[in-house]
C-alpha cells in the first residue's frame, strides 16, 4: 500500500514530527495494513476515543489521519506507578499506491480501531487461482 520502503519512508511517517510526545517519548498510534485480492484494510489501534476525534484528510495521495482527544479530568494523586498509554492526539500520514480507488475508502471505529477499507482499482484486482503440482 505505501510506496517504498520502511528505511525510506518510515522515519517520516511513523516518528518525529508525527508523534504525540509524552515524557521523553513518542506515542504512535500503531496500524496494521492486510492486503485483499480487491481491496487493503488499514486498521489504526487507538483507544480510549470516538470517531468524533478522528479526522481524516486525503491530498493526492497522501492519506493523513489525525485524532484530537478531549483532556481527562485526571486528579494526579501520585497514585500512578507507571503509565505508558495516556490518550492524546496523534497525526500519521501514508502513502496510497496508484491501485487503490481514493474515492472509494470507508471508515469506521470500533472498539477502539479505526478501520479504513481501501477498494482497488477493478483492473488492479488480484487474480489468484490454484496451481497443480507434478
Given at each position: 500500500m505505501?510506496?517504498?520502503?520502511y ?13 504525540q510526545?509524552?515524557?521523553?517519548a513518542?506515542?504512535q ?5 492486510i ?14 476515543l ?6 481524516l ?9 489525525t ?7 485526571i486528579?494526579?494523586s501520585?497514585q500512578?506507578i ?19 480507488d ?6 469506521s471505529y ?25
Amino acid at each position: 500500500m505505501c510506496k517504498g520502503s520502511y528505511a525510506q519512508h518510515g522515519r517520516r511517517h511513523w516518528h518525529g514530527q508525527h508523534g504525540q510526545r509524552f515524557g521523553a517519548a513518542f506515542w504512535q498510534a500503531p496500524a496494521n495494513v492486510i492486503e485483499f485480492d480487491d481491496r487493503y484494510e488499514l486498521h489504526l489501534y487507538a483507544p480510549e476515543l470516538s470517531r468524533e476525534d478522528f479526522q481524516l484528510q486525503l491530498a493526492g495521495r497522501v492519506l493523513t489521519i489525525t485524532a484530537k482527544a478531549q483532556e481527562e479530568d485526571i486528579v494526579n494523586s501520585g497514585q500512578w506507578i507507571r503509565r505508558e498509554y495516556q490518550p492524546g492526539g496523534f497525526e500519521r500520514s501514508f502513502s496510497l499506491n496508484e491501485k487503490i480507488d481514493t474515492e472509494g475508502i470507508k471508515a469506521s471505529y470500533t472498539d477502539g480501531v479505526l478501520r479504513l477499507s481501501l477498494p482497488k482499482h477493478p483492473d488492479q484486482v488480484t487474480l489468484r487461482r490454484d496451481l497443480d503440482i507434478s
